[in-house]
């Protein structure tokens, strides 16, 4: 079983940025890939980021240039998001998705960009 716990949402204005944090804690060693998704209110969920194992980046393209995704040694995972809009609002949420297809899931935090 894994647990992953997001942090660093919050409320920022029109040019702004955040960081976004995901720890994960439990017995899964072989990750595939780990993403951060986002769903806006009315909206489907979307795809903003994905870092793969061997460290190889993917961004939806409304972000590019402006987020960011790494992640360090163990398995937590991050997504510096800068120049933020009022259309980057949303829930975020971390993903952990292991070789053999399982996929693991925060509770997610909030973005909320002002004008």
């Known amino acids: 079983q894994e647990l992953l716990v997001e942090s660093g949402g919050g409320l920022v204005q029109s040019g702004g940025s955040l960081t976004l944090s995901c720890a994960a804690s439990?017995?899964?060693?072989?990750?595939?890939?780990m993403g951060w998704y986002r769903q806006a209110p009315g909206k489907q969920r979307e795809l903003v980021a994905t870092?793969?194992?061997?460290?190889?980046t993917k961004y939806t393209d409304s972000v590019k240039g402006r987020f960011t995704i790494s992640r360090d040694n163990y398995k937590n995972v991050y997504l510096q998001m800068n120049s933020l809009k009022p259309e980057d609002t949303a829930v975020y949420c971390c993903?952990?998705?292991?070789?053999?297809?399982?996929?693991?899931w925060g509770q997610g935090t909030q973005v909320t960009v002002s004008s």
């Open positions: 439990g017995s899964i060693s072989s990750i595939y890939a």
């Open positions: 870092i793969y194992d061997g460290g190889y």
């Open positions: 993903n952990q998705r292991t070789y053999s297809g399982l996929d693991y």
